[in-house]
């Protein structure tokens, strides 16, 4: 939901903020601007349409650069996407210019009180009127202005200001949106997220909540919103610029998928001790997991699915009660949680808004959260109880792959570990699943192998205008999964439905124009999937089956196209099933033509309700 940059130093600003929107463009990319400090004056330039367009106009333009500068890539929520809209917008009094990403829920009131004062608005954005508002306040000092601002503002918002009777200072400001600062010699940045900051410093400071930054070429203090100075604390980043790149790929979602084996690498083994799994920093004693009364799993979009697909496996591993729910509904639906309910939140970028309020909720209900969280140190990863890393590195593809494959096998992990502390697991499945989950990078890169049949038969396939998921069991759940893919980067309509319930109406949209595309792998609901599959197929239905290794010849021949799995521990097939069902997602797109990266109307990191 918009990507802020933010630079200030010595050389010339513009190619780092350019470059840091091109990082942050997964979160938004209906329009971008730049607006810098040259010449005692702020000048802005912002258009409609992805960053390229800015780009170009800058591109032999020697004369726009500065030392200072701010940036902004957008997702549109109040106003269209056009030039007049775009950030940077700009005071009355021509001296300010600021970029902001969140929401201002009370723009109405504070626009028409600024309209009564006669400020004149320009465009429809909740955005405006926090220039408009600081333009009312300001009398010469920039920071007082700031404070005395940001008090009137209700809602989310991350912000980079600056101001032309201050060109030494860029000034940050969080709350409930992401910000960071990135530190080099000489020059310092802010930025939404690591990935922009990464081809200039690995050694960053989050700003907290409620927290204004002021920043120099030489350093920066951080003050809380009443003026006092606060604590700094660097940390420094292992990722490598090359994780943020396409290197050879034509796309950052074939990249992920192909990284997939290492990712899960990364965020399994280490957990791995010989026969058993080690997670030190998980601190549940036996009495607080028995008196236990459920498990909440609560997340949004694809860290949904993981979730749905996890309620399966920790029930049948810890044989307590497990609800899922989205982040979105969670929070509003007053849930059954206290203090002997567990929740676990997932999130990739630790920043979306329903599952961080989710996660506030819970707290103040008094449970206690678990958090699998991708970016370290994000508000999701700082304010659960215990937070447990997945290691996919950055991700930067809208539709997400490998975050969603490592936070499914961190929580066949969790649930290992919670059913053993339990006593709920015999030893001989333990250990199983735990060698299922150390052949998973193994398994994957076999299926990753095949590509190519599965690029042909999505080639059969990528005109039809309707597919349906069908399955069982935990391929119920990874259908839900392998339906989103579709819909998010192909924009074909598709749904996902439990196969045992397709009679009950949904079977009436079946004809010979639809893709059914079945997951089978459990064994004791084979027979009842091939007979759903039958049906489908006596409707006119091309039949896509998915299936393991063992039952590929009994399948192929009921389907049009077959695809397998390697045989692994039942459980943990999920982790396989799901890897065919991206790369369709990614072929079809691409036969479509789709812009497969940045999907339209989406953004990879929903930091609004
Ligand atoms: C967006 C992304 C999805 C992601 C969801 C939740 O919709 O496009 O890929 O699953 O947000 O994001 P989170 O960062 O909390 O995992």
Request: charged share 25%; proline share 3%; with cysteine.
């Amino acid at each position: 939901m918009c990507g802020i940059v933010g630079c200030i130093g010595k050389g010339n600003a513009v190619p780092f903020l350019i470059q840091g929107l091109e990082k942050l463009e997964y979160r938004g990319y209906d329009s971008s601007g730049i607006a810098i400090y040259s010449n005692g004056k702020i000048r802005v330039v912002k258009k409609q349409g992805h960053l390229k367009v800015i780009k170009e106009i800058l591109k032999d333009n020697n004369d726009f650069c500065a030392g200072l500068g701010i940036g902004h890539t957008r997702w549109a929520t109040h106003g269209n996407p056009t030039d007049i809209n775009a950030h940077p917008h700009v005071s009355a009094c021509g001296k300010i210019a600021l970029v902001h990403n969140g929401i201002i829920e009370n723009y109405i009131e504070l626009k028409e009180e600024l309209m009564k004062k006669g400020f004149l608005f320009k465009s429809d954005t909740d955005t405006e009127v926090i220039v408009q508002l600081m333009s009312s306040l300001y009398e010469g000092d920039i920071f007082q202005t700031v404070k005395n601002s940001i008090k009137k503002l209700q809602g989310s918002f991350a912000l980079g200001i600056i101001c032309a009777d201050n060109p030494d200072t860029l000034i940050a400001v969080k709350k409930d949106s992401p910000l960071i600062i990135g530190t080099s010699e000489n020059e310092n940045y802010i930025a939404s997220d690591i990935p922009a900051l990464l081809s200039k410093t690995d050694t960053i400071c989050r700003l907290q909540e409620k927290q204004i930054a002021l920043i120099n070429s030489e350093g920066f203090k951080l003050y809380d919103f009443e003026g006092n100075l606060s604590e700094k604390k660097l940390t420094v980043i292992n990722w490598s610029i090359d994780a943020a790149e396409k290197n050879q790929y034509e796309h950052f979602m074939l990249k992920e998928i192909m990284e997939q084996p290492r990712a899960i690498k990364d965020t399994v083994y280490p957990r791995i001790e010989g026969k058993s799994l080690k997670l030190d920093n998980l601190n549940l004693s036996k009495e607080y997991l028995e008196n236990l009364n459920k498990i909440c799993i609560v997340a949004c979009g694809s860290a949904y699915h993981v979730g749905c697909i996890a309620k399966y496996f920790m029930e049948l591993l810890i044989r307590k009660p497990v609800e899922i729910d989205l982040a979105s509904e969670f929070r509003y639906r007053s849930p059954i949680v206290d203090e002997n309910t567990l929740v676990i939140i997932i999130s990739q970028s630790g920043e979306t808004a329903d599952s961080l309020a989710a996660l506030r909720e819970s707290k103040r209900l008094g449970a206690r959260v678990i958090s699998i969280v991708n970016v370290v140190g994000s508000s999701i990863a700082s304010e659960s109880d215990y937070v447990l890393y997945t290691h996919a590195g950055p991700e930067i593809a809208v539709a997400t792959t490998k975050a969603y494959s490592t936070q499914l096998a961190l929580m066949y992990i969790l649930a290992l570990h919670i059913g053993k502390a339990l006593n709920k697991i015999s030893d001989e499945k333990y250990e199983s699943i735990i060698e299922a989950l150390k052949n998973l990078p193994e398994n994957i890169e076999k299926i990753l192998e095949g590509k190519e049949e599965i690029m042909s038969i999505a080639k059969n396939y990528y005109y039809y205008e309707k597919v349906f998921f069908i399955g069982r069991n935990v391929d119920y759940a990874v259908c839900m999964e392998g339906s989103l893919k579709l819909k998010e980067i192909s924009y074909i309509h598709s749904e996902a439905y439990a196969a045992g319930e397709l009679k009950h109406g949904t079977i009436s949209l079946i004809d010979k124009n639809t893709l059914v595309i079945a997951i089978a792998t459990q064994e004791k609901l084979m027979d009842k999937m091939i007979s759903n599959v039958r049906e489908v197929k006596a409707r006119g239905a091309k039949i896509l089956f998915l299936t393991t290794e063992k039952y590929y010849e009994k399948l192929k021949p009921i389907s049009d196209h077959i695809v397998s799995i390697p045989q692994t521990y039942e459980t943990v097939l999920p982790s396989l099933s799901v890897i065919p069902m991206q790369l369709m997602s990614y072929y079809t797109a691409k036969f479509r033509g789709c812009d497969i990266d940045k999907p339209r109307n989406l953004a990879k990191s929903v930091t609004v309700e």
